[in-house]
């Protein structure tokens, strides 16, 4: 690939968000580069979920379709590499408008008029011994995504540190609408782990997350106080093992389908996003993108955020949303460009 090409959009960024931006972009003949290191956030899930069409169906499935449909335009591009640098100037090559110079860790230069951030959020997992092994496979932090089908285990949802009473409480009232089958002492299949003493009656949380959490309790949801200590394999049996400490140092193993967990986030390429300006905002579990609706702009005027990076709620359809909507922003956002342009050439700007 040449050295300095101009396209009209760069994306940084070949997840969900990036390719629908490229798609929408391929229906108005606009050329595009999708740079991607193809390491995404959901490596190692057995299946994407609540994705319309497409239920059930492996990740990398849906990557190469999407692929296949987008090269059938013929006007979208492709890099393996990794953006080290994006800066917006003036571009002599699109009548000193001001685009952007994306740089790449192999020494690659490309000019876009308009830049797509897609480049996603990635995990930081809590220093439990065993999460990171067992993420994403028996670790789920969405229930609409996974957990469906081990809805008939026992589960768990891990709430360390319980500074939220909400997440627990109403992922608990999730795991008990997947299945309301109670065990013979007549508890649910849902045990909520604090990992270590709490008393929601003392903390600071809101009534209505006391109430909440008052409410699954009496659906049968248990509340194990003891500290947890480890995530273990269970194999082959299907689950994680839990292993659990008490107040006098006693541990114990207890088998769950799966455990339920949200953690923190981190804005991948932040250095970039900082470098070029772009606003960020506080979000639930991290910051994110601050975009303006509908089209997913940014307040640098060119640029777009699709992606888990720019949406308050992660899912892949999320992500497709916000990918033809920036590229909705960039078509109308270049049609008006080209208009002064056409007016400016006959004189009549």
Same mark, same amino acid.
């Given at each position: 690939?040449?050295?300095?090409?101009?396209?009209?959009?760069?994306?940084?960024?070949?997840?969900?968000?990036?390719?629908?931006?490229?798609?929408?972009?391929?229906?108005?003949?606009?050329?595009?580069?999708?740079?991607?290191?193809?390491?995404?956030?959901?490596?190692?899930? #057995?299946? &994407?979920?609540?994705?319309?069409?497409?239920?059930?169906?492996?990740?990398? #499935?849906?990557?190469?379709?999407?692929?296949?449909?987008?090269?059938?335009?013929?006007?979208?591009?492709?890099?393996?590499?990794?953006?080290?640098?994006?800066?917006?100037?003036?571009?002599?090559?699109?009548?000193?408008?001001?685009?952007?110079?994306?740089?790449?860790?192999? +020494?690659?230069?490309?000019?876009?008029?308009?830049?797509?951030?897609?480049?996603?959020?990635?995990?930081?997992?809590?220093?439990?011994?065993?999460?990171?092994?067992?993420?994403?496979?028996?670790?789920?932090?969405?229930?609409?995504?996974?957990?469906?089908?081990?809805?008939?285990?026992?589960?768990?949802?891990?709430?360390?540190?319980?500074? $939220?009473?909400?997440?627990?409480?109403?992922?608990?009232?999730?795991?008990?609408?997947?299945?309301?089958?109670? $065990?013979?002492?007549?508890?649910?299949?849902?045990?909520?782990? !604090? +990992?270590?003493?709490?008393?929601?009656? !003392? &903390? $600071?949380?809101?009534?209505?997350?006391?109430?909440?959490?008052?409410?699954?309790? !009496?659906?049968?949801?248990?509340?194990?106080?003891?500290?947890?200590?480890?995530?273990?394999?269970?194999?082959?049996?299907?689950?994680? $093992?839990?292993?659990?400490?008490?107040?006098?140092?006693?541990?114990?193993?207890?088998?769950?389908?799966?455990?339920?967990?949200?953690?923190?986030?981190?804005?991948?390429?932040?250095?970039?996003?900082?470098?070029?300006?772009?606003?960020? #905002?506080?979000?639930?579990? +991290?910051?994110?993108?601050?975009?303006?609706?509908?089209?997913?702009?940014?307040?640098?005027?060119?640029?777009?955020?699709?992606?888990?990076?720019?949406?308050?709620?992660?899912?892949?359809?999320?992500?497709?949303?916000?990918?033809? &909507?920036?590229?909705?922003?960039?078509?109308?956002?270049?049609?008006?460009?080209?208009?002064?342009?056409?007016?400016?050439?006959?004189?009549?700007?």
């Amino acid at each position: 690939m040449a050295s300095k090409s101009l396209f009209d959009a760069i994306i940084i960024g070949g997840g969900p968000g990036g390719l629908s931006a490229a798609l929408g972009l391929c229906r108005q003949s606009r050329t595009c580069l999708v740079i991607s290191h193809k390491v995404f956030r959901n490596d190692g899930i #057995e299946a &994407s979920h609540a994705v319309l069409g497409h239920d059930h169906t492996h990740p990398q #499935e849906i990557w190469a379709k999407a692929r296949q449909q987008i090269d059938r335009y013929g006007t979208t591009s492709y890099a393996e590499d990794e953006v080290i640098s994006a800066k917006q100037q003036e571009l002599p090559e699109w009548n000193s408008h001001k685009g952007f110079m994306v740089k790449s860790k192999s +020494g690659q230069t490309w000019l876009g008029k308009t830049l797509v951030l897609a480049m996603g959020i990635k995990d930081i997992f809590p220093a439990i011994e065993g999460y990171k092994e067992n993420w994403p496979r028996n670790i789920y932090q969405c229930l609409f995504c996974d957990g469906w089908e081990r809805k008939d285990t026992e589960k768990a949802i891990l709430a360390v540190p319980m500074g $939220n009473g909400m997440i627990p409480s109403l992922m608990a009232s999730m795991c008990l609408g997947m299945n309301k089958e109670k $065990n013979s002492d007549g508890s649910a299949k849902v045990t909520i782990l !604090t +990992g270590g003493p709490f008393d929601f009656e !003392t &903390s $600071n949380f809101e009534p209505s997350i006391v109430k909440q959490l008052k409410a699954v309790m !009496t659906r049968g949801v248990k509340i194990d106080q003891r500290k947890v200590v480890a995530l273990e394999s269970s194999e082959p049996t299907e689950g994680v $093992n839990v292993r659990l400490q008490d107040e006098n140092g006693e541990e114990e193993k207890v088998h769950f389908g799966f455990v339920v967990h949200k953690p923190q986030t981190e804005l991948n390429g932040l250095e970039i996003i900082k470098e070029l300006g772009v606003e960020t #905002e506080k979000g639930g579990h +991290g910051d994110t993108i601050k975009v303006i609706q509908p089209f997913q702009a940014t307040n640098i005027p060119g640029l777009y955020a699709a992606g888990d990076s720019g949406v308050p709620m992660t899912h892949v359809t999320s992500a497709m949303v916000s990918g033809v &909507s920036a590229a909705g922003g960039i078509v109308h956002y270049l049609n008006g460009l080209d208009d002064e342009d056409a007016l400016a050439s006959a004189g009549l700007s």
